[in-house]
T-cell receptor, first 116, second 108 residues
Framework: DAMVIQNPRYQVTQFGKPVTLSCSQT?????MYWYQQKSSQAPKLLFH???????NEADTPDNFQSRRPNTSFCFLDIRSPGLGDAAMYLC???????????????FGQGTRLTVV | AQRVTQPEKLLSVFKGAPVELKCNYS??????LFWYVQYSRQRLQLLLR??SRESIKGFTADLNKGETSFHLKKPFAQEEDSAMYYC??????????FGPGTRLSVLP
């Protein structure tokens, strides 16, 4: 009965080779987030979608892109992974009504990305 | 700027002892504060939120706007409380900002 599902759990990619991480949700939430978490650090927000509206954080590198083809799915694309991009990537969802977020953030189990 | 700090990376206590995990924040408006917990090999999940003013698994947290703190407390720690705890703030843009986390280890 997992509500936010991330695939794969572990991903190994080569330096410079594009990689895509996926996230799906069964909660019908209109907000989806991608966080990057490096070892012993706080999860850092990369960007989020409110419905189809994409909101990029100011310090998110251009190397990171995202797609949300429908309510249920959201993808994180890393165009040219570097060694510094190795991290845990967390997807989360929340429900927003107007300008108010009604719920907390619900997280997936994360994808651990290794760059070789 | 919105920021969350958790001064302790690791906190070890004995079973039955009181525990307090510290959280301080900086935010110019009225934030909403949360505590998230991550047990071993599990996803990050909500423990409690300040607006609910509830006790979950024996944990409570009070928002102190004067001290800009939201410390998490439990009077008698249990071994199953061992986990990673993250304090989070929801502020500008309705996004969640997380602290670096405190690993709680409850010793038998």
């Amino acid at each position: 009965d997992a509500m936010v599902i991330q695939n794969p759990r572990y991903q190994v990619t080569q330096f410079g080779k594009p990689v895509t991480l996926s996230c799906s949700q069964t909660l019908n939430h209109n907000v989806m987030y991608w966080y990057q978490q490096k070892s012993s650090q706080a999860p850092k927000l990369l960007f989020h979608y409110y419905d189809k509206d994409f909101n990029n954080e100011a310090d998110t590198p251009d190397n990171f892109q995202s797609r949300r083809p429908n309510t249920s799915f959201c993808f994180l694309d890393i165009r040219s992974p570097g060694l510094g991009d190795a991290a845990m990537y967390l997807c989360a969802t929340s429900l927003r009504t107007g300008i108010t977020l009604n719920t907390e953030a619900f997280f997936g189990q994360g994808t651990r990305l290794t760059v070789v | 700027a919105q920021r969350v700090t958790q001064p302790e990376k690791l906190l070890s206590v004995f079973k039955g002892a009181p525990v307090e995990l510290k959280c301080n924040y900086s935010y110019s408006g009225s934030p909403e504060l949360f505590w998230y917990v991550q047990y071993s090999r599990q996803r990050l999940q909500l423990l409690l939120r300040h607006i609910s003013r509830e006790s979950i698994k024996g944990f409570t947290a009070d928002l102190n706007k004067g001290e800009t703190s939201f410390h998490l407390k439990k009077p008698f720690a249990q071994e199953e409380d061992s986990a990673m705890y993250y304090c989070a703030l929801r502020g500008y843009g309705q996004n969640f900002v997380f602290g670096p986390g405190t690993r709680l280890s409850v010793l038998p």
